[in-house]
């Protein structure tokens, strides 16, 4: 079952960004973080009466989910989503996706793990992978090399939520409440960034958007429901290199469906596939 919700995970993920590009062409990132983060939140909510029994509410387990939810979604994807605005699809999703490296690196620091020779080498095809990313030059539009920072910071951000979210469900083993709190703690999150950077001045949602943008919502809670349910089932070490693999089905729905937004050169690819193999290595170490 863990592989089956963990590539669910990584199908509606694909579908969600190729969505969201579509999304921010007429909106910004702040708009877009805060409409998937706020739908996510709305329909796990909904579910929480009918599938969470009323005294798992007060588990004190619960805040390893709120932290979860402050660091991804939360930062996270609103990061993941200025990258997609800055640098493209192509080149923010799979430094996204390396956040199982950093995820391998906090659990050498705080939890004793070895840090193994297959470590090392996906570590190094990981960065070979954002260095190629990073010096492509698009035929679509200008980007700023220093503005790959934040899908870094993404990634860093997931890493530590998804180490905070597997804590959490070895106490609590209930993905649905694991879900909506986490969604619910990231949609605030969201509202609040949204306020400090501007509020309405700064949220955009033209028609030409909206449809995009609730539509990569709802893509986006199938896949967080997925990914919570992968982990009560599995391992980290087995559901995270799958739901990792999503940029290789997000660089192929690209190529289909944004050929008018973004060109893919050789170079993409092969940086984007360096990506995802390293990302694999590490987090396949057993």
Known sequence: MAHYFSLLAALFFSIAHILIRRGL???????????SL????????????FFVPYASLWNPAIGYFIAAGIFAPGIGRTLGYVGIERIGVARSV?????????????????LGELWVLQNIAGTCLVILGVIMLSMTKPADKPWRKMDIIYPILGAIAFGVS??????????????ILAAATTASTAALFSLGLLHFQGGREVFKLPRQSAGWLIAAGIINT??????????????????????????????????IFLRDLEALSLRVIIGAALTVAGTILVVTVR
């Open 162 to 175: 998804a180490n905070l979210r597997k804590a959490g469900l070895d106490v609590v083993n209930i993905p």
């Open 222 to 255: 199938a896949a967080m429901l997925s990914v919570f349910y992968a982990l009560s089932f599995g391992k980290v070490v087995i559901v995270e290199p799958l739901v990792s693999s999503n940029p290789v089905l997000t660089l192929l729905l690209t190529a």
């Open 94 to 110: 799979p430094i996204v996706n390396s956040s199982p490296i950093f995820a391998s690196i906090f659990a050498v620091l705080y």
């Open 25 to 35: 062409v007429h909106s910004n990132a702040m708009t877009g973080s805060f409409i």
């Open 38 to 49: 706020t739908i996510s939140a709305v329909v796990l909510l909904l579910l929480v009466p």
